[in-house]
């Protein structure tokens, strides 16, 4: 990243990050940019939903990855927590750490960063920015009716087990992305898309507030983010490993087991797990087609404690757990 002697930091936010677009349509703002703090109005009968997350270069994304999908993924992470509560975001955040004002990554990160703020009607109200390490922190304000957030632990014993999208593509993306040799066939520019540029299924997330029991973002891979929500609403999880959704592009790039592993360790999906009255699973089908999001039912909750997986009708453990930056996580980048 090469620097830029001549813009200081007041001028960098000016320039970057001064934007009048993607104004909320969730709620108002009052003072953003400009002012000590921003001031922001909720609607009436509404409660505020904050979620944040930083993303650290050599720690979540490889170091020289492309900054318009730094920018998208920094918003992207914290959209994915505001879709798994069933709110909509309005307002954003940004503390920005780099190790040099380089305007052609800055334009790059900025454009990336915007074009998902204005998908999703968030304004970006204000922040930081300081010198070091390259280091993003993005925080997201959303709305939710009061009382009508969706929580981890509103489960019940006989709930089915439902997630979007497919599993582990995120993961053998970023093998992609870290190998000397990357393969150039369309499966594999697929799979690495689905790391740089992930989809927070905020849409499905607000269809399914009102239907679905309980959600969580599938963040830090299906192994360990299930044994979360199952200990959350103090149940067992009984899932299929042969009922996950594989991509075709993860099944044409890995051999099953390597698809499998990445589907259950791999992190990074961003996917929303949710649990659902048997009652309900229609109309929670019909939600998730209406805002074209695939949706599969995995298994169901029980009676008891943990996750039990089973596999062709025996029992099964994964190779691997989740992601986990204290206790050996599944993935670190490294110089």
């Known amino acids: 990243m090469a620097g830029d002697g001549h813009l200081g930091e007041f001028e960098l936010i000016r320039r970057y990050f001064t934007r009048s677009d993607g104004r909320p349509a969730a709620g108002v703002t009052v003072a953003g940019i400009g002012d000590d703090a921003a001031v922001l109005r909720i609607p009436a009968g509404c409660d505020l939903v904050a979620a944040v ?7 979540h994304f490889p170091r020289g990855s492309e900054p318009r999908s730094i920018g998208h993924r920094a918003l992207a992470v914290n959209l994915s927590d505001i879709a798994a509560m069933g709110a909509t975001p309005a307002w954003a955040t940004l503390a920005l750490t780099l190790p040099a004002a380089d305007p ?6 900025s454009a990336g960063l915007f074009e998902l703020a204005r998908r999703h009607g968030v304004d970006l109200v204000g922040g930081d ?3 070091g390490p390259l280091t993003v922190s993005v925080q997201v304000l959303g709305v939710v009716p009061s009382g009508e957030a969706l929580r981890r632990g509103g489960t019940r014993a006989g709930d089915l087990i439902a ?29 690495a898309q689905r790391f740089l540029y992930p989809t927070p299924r905020v849409e499905f997330g607000r269809a399914a507030r009102r239907i ?7 963040s830090d891979g299906m192994a360990g983010d299930l044994a979360k929500f199952a200990a959350a609403g103090g149940l067992a999880a009984h899932v299929d490993v042969e ?18 592993d990445h589907a259950l360790a791999g992190g990074d999906d961003y996917e929303l797990l949710v649990a ?17 999001t695939p949706l599969t039912v995995i298994g169901e909750f029980r009676a008891g404690r943990g996750v039990h997986w089973t596999r062709g009708g025996h029992p099964f453990t994964p190779a691997r757990g ?6 050996g996580p599944s993935t670190q980048f490294t110089d």
Do not use: C, K, N, Y
Request: aromatic share 6%; no cysteine.
């Open 212 to 218: 679905a029991r309980a959600a969580m973002d599938v």
């Open 243 to 260: 009922r996950l959704p594989l991509s075709a592009a993860l099944l044409g790039f890995a051999p099953l087991e390597r698809a499998l």
């Open 53 to 59: 997350d930083t993303i650290v270069e050599g720690r």
């Open 129 to 131: 920015t300081t010198a």
């Open 322 to 327: 989740g992601f986990d930056h204290f206790a």
């Open 276 to 292: 659902v009255g048997p009652a309900e699973a229609a109309r929670l089908a019909a939600a998730a087609e209406e805002s074209a």
């Open 163 to 191: 997630v979007t999208g497919t599993l582990g593509d995120a993961g053998a993306g970023l093998e992609i992305a870290l190998s000397p040799r990357r393969p150039e066939d369309r499966q594999a520019l697929a799979l």
């Open 104 to 109: 052609d990554w800055l334009e790059g990160f």
